[in-house]
């Protein structure tokens, strides 16, 4: 892990709300295909946030979101966009299981 400090980033994503685990995986393989169909995977930063403490947060309403970093803004199919807020952020990479992302 590593801490870094983002700047106020755009992203598009693709959010799940529920227990921490496999089901991630399956949304960021969703989300992969969702990124392919509009041409944009070549070369693109790709995160993955959960939102939610599940020590704190009842795990059926913990939010995870896969992201992607664009300054696009239109797209063949429907996504969400926001713009991550600028600051110190928490970077590792994980397994997309439940016991280590809990």
């Known amino acids: 892990m ?3 400090h983002l700047p ?3 992203v598009v994503y693709f959010r799940r709300v529920g227990t921490y685990g496999v089901e991630n995986m399956v949304l960021m393989q ?3 295909q969702w990124i392919k169909t509009e041409g944009l995977f070549q070369g693109s930063t790709i995160l993955g946030i959960a939102l939610d403490n599940p020590q704190i947060t ?3 309403n ?3 979101d896969v992201c992607l970093i664009t300054d696009k803004t239109s797209f063949k199919n429907s996504v969400q966009q926001r713009t991550l807020t600028a600051g110190s952020y928490a ?3 994980l397994a997309h299981t439940e016991k280590v992302i809990n």
């Open 2 to 4: 590593k801490i870094e």
């Open 8 to 10: 106020a980033t755009k």
């Open 30 to 32: 969703s989300f992969k």
């Open 58 to 60: 009842h795990a059926k």
């Open 62 to 64: 913990c939010r995870y």
């Open 91 to 93: 970077v590792f990479k």
